[in-house]
């Protein structure tokens, strides 16, 4: 018939520059199916390059912590603690270690010895105890209140006396700030969730 179209011809040249492109591609996926594959023939899950080397963890930068005491210009340290509704301010200097509580000693002020040891902890964590002196002024809140926030601004006072105190009551958790209140009471309750007796008569 007049009218089919002649079939293209197929030279050497088109299948020889086929030919190796395919051996290519077919080598390396022979590759890769060794080695996703084990000893036992099961595919092997990879998640990524593995351990970092040496070379990346140099190039990873440590943020610097946010030292939240101050020191003023006399080289005296100054911090801040919260605790519930209990409120300290503690000043630090170099000294022979002296601890006033509202002027009083810590043994005076706190009668339980738990307090005080929690209060002796941060100084005895950097090894400065009976190095400097501390002056603590607080008020607000309970025994209980008034020791955690005593803990934290003796903490914040020493990180801004020696910055490099910082891991040390990192490590201790004497920086963390107790964000536990009292709930609130509500109406209609006798406390925050406790009811009035039920009376079915």
Request: charged share 30%.
């Amino acid at each position: 018939m007049e009218n089919e179209t002649p079939e293209p011809e197929v030279t050497e040249e088109t299948t020889e520059q086929q030919t190796p492109i395919e051996a290519e591609t077919a080598t390396s996926e022979e590759a890769a199916a060794e080695s996703m594959t084990t000893s036992s023939g099961v595919p092997e899950l990879t998640l990524g390059s593995g351990l970092a080397t040496e070379s990346e963890e140099d190039d990873v930068v440590k943020p610097e912590p946010v030292i939240r005491g101050k020191l003023d210009k006399h080289g005296v340290a100054m911090g801040t603690g919260r605790r519930k509704t209990a409120v300290a301010r503690v000043r630090i200097k170099s000294g022979s270690g002296n601890l006033t509580i509202n002027g009083v000693s810590l043994n005076d002020y706190l009668k339980v010895e738990r307090d005080r040891q929690m209060v002796e902890a941060p100084l005895k964590a950097t090894d400065t105890h009976g190095k400097v002196d501390v002056w603590v002024r607080v008020s607000g809140g309970g025994t209980t209140g008034q020791t955690g926030a005593i803990v934290l601004g003796i903490a914040r006072a020493l990180e801004a006396y020696n910055s490099q105190l910082h891991e040390a009551l990192s490590a201790g958790r004497f920086l963390t700030r107790d964000s536990r209140m009292v709930e609130r009471k509500k109406f209609g309750y006798k406390k925050a969730r406790k009811s009035f007796q039920f009376s079915k008569r």
